[in-house]
């Protein structure tokens, strides 16, 4: 958070934006699935707002700004995260086979 009066309004604006999107999307799920009486659009539904969220927040985690300075050690760093994202696709993919 930020000491300055702006700044904090701004995020009380986005977070006020975020809550009417939220609404609606809950809205447009009501519909899209016919009151779940089309479960299958109801999911596929929920597959896109979850695409949706995660690219907002990569996009938000990627242009962050904080008044400290991050130290990091990137070789580490980047072979850690290819272990974990090789994992975390394996893991997605063994659900996937599950479900279908």
């Known amino acids: 958070m930020s000491k300055e009066h702006s700044v904090r309004l701004r995020l009380i604006q986005y977070s006020r934006v975020a809550s009417i999107i939220g609404a609606t999307a809950v809205f447009f799920s009501e519909i899209i699935s016919n009151s779940l009486e089309n479960f299958h659009a109801f999911q596929l539904y929920c597959i896109v707002i ?11 985690g990627k242009n962050v700004s904080t008044q400290y ?3 990091t050690n990137t070789d580490a760093d980047n072979f850690d995260k290819a272990q974990q ?6 893991l997605l993919w063994q ?3 599950s479900v279908v």
Not at 85 to 90: A, G, L, N
């Open 50 to 60: 979850a695409i949706v969220s995660w690219w907002f927040l990569r996009y938000t």
């Open 69 to 71: 300075e991050v130290a």
């Open 85 to 90: 994202d090789s994992s975390i696709w394996k």
């Open 95 to 97: 659900d996937r086979k």
